[in-house]
């Protein structure tokens, strides 16, 4: 691990353009499990039925029954050393850009500023009826009566992007731009097979990008694209990383 941390290092030193895409697996040491994993949330929700922009607008109070675990985790949780980690990447000026596949607001809790939040961010609630916007934490939840608006009386959705959902043009615009300029892309804590983030590696690869991933165990990126792959916990490599910076 040593030896490809200081390859890592060497790489970002003279890197001008430095952008990292994060997924689940950032977020596991904050206590927030991979909702793909086993004893993850899509083992006792089905994502097909609870996690569909469909079923929401069908039938809300059904799918906040999913969303009462989801918030529970993610509003409790906080950052971890691989946040913390990021965020003194971009302070140096190293990191330009964080895109982030996560809906938790660790990003920006351990202080980054630059973050593309891909699939929207679970700390906000939406009206989609008359588009106002709240703070979760204006709402009592432990109730678990999903949260109304003040305005119309409709049931507020998270701001996040449900399956059958587009992913914000923004997003996609800024992400898109970032890996078509970037020299280094940092990959930390996901496997990036799902589509469309999935193609942000593979856009910033092809326009000549050098991609270094942080995981716990190889990914599909690892044999064919990866330039330099640190294994291991975010937690413990990140700052190790930034020890040799």
């Excluded at 060497?10 to 697996?25: D, N």
């Excluded at 996560?102 to 593309?116: K, M, T, Y």
């Excluded at 996901?190 to 165990?217: C, D, H, M, R, W």
Aim: charged share 20%.
């Amino acid at each position: 691990m040593n030896k490809e941390i200081k390859k890592a290092a060497e790489i970002i030193r003279s890197c001008h353009s430095m952008i990292a895409l994060t997924g689940a697996g950032i977020s596991v040491e904050s206590g927030i499990p991979d909702f793909r994993s086993s004893g993850g949330l899509w083992e006792k929700y089905d994502p097909a039925i609870y996690a569909s922009i469909e079923s929401f607008m069908r039938n809300p109070e059904m799918v906040w029954e999913m969303l009462f675990d989801m918030t529970e985790l993610t509003t409790n949780a906080k950052p971890n050393s691989a946040h913390v980690s990021l965020a003194q990447l971009e302070e140096k000026g190293y990191l330009k850009s964080i895109i982030t596949q996560n809906i938790d607001n660790l990003h920006q809790a351990a202080g980054s500023r630059n973050v593309i939040e891909y699939h929207g961010n679970g700390s906000r609630l939406q009206c989609m009826k008359c588009g106002e916007s709240y703070d979760i934490s204006g709402f009592d939840l432990s109730t678990r009566v999903p949260p109304s608006c003040e305005g119309c009386g409709s049931i507020l959705k998270p701001a996040i992007v449900f399956f059958g959902e587009m992913i914000p043009h923004q997003a996609m615009n800024e992400s898109e731009l970032l890996a078509r300029e970037a020299d280094v892309v940092l990959v930390v804590g996901t496997s990036a097979i799902v589509y469309p983030a999935a193609g942000i590696p593979q856009l910033a690869k092809y326009n000549g990008a050098t991609l270094i991933e942080f995981n716990l165990e190889p990914t599909q990126l690892t044999s064919y694209m990866t330039d330099v792959f640190v294994q291991g916990s975010a937690g413990v490599t990140l700052p190790a990383l930034l020890k040799q910076l």
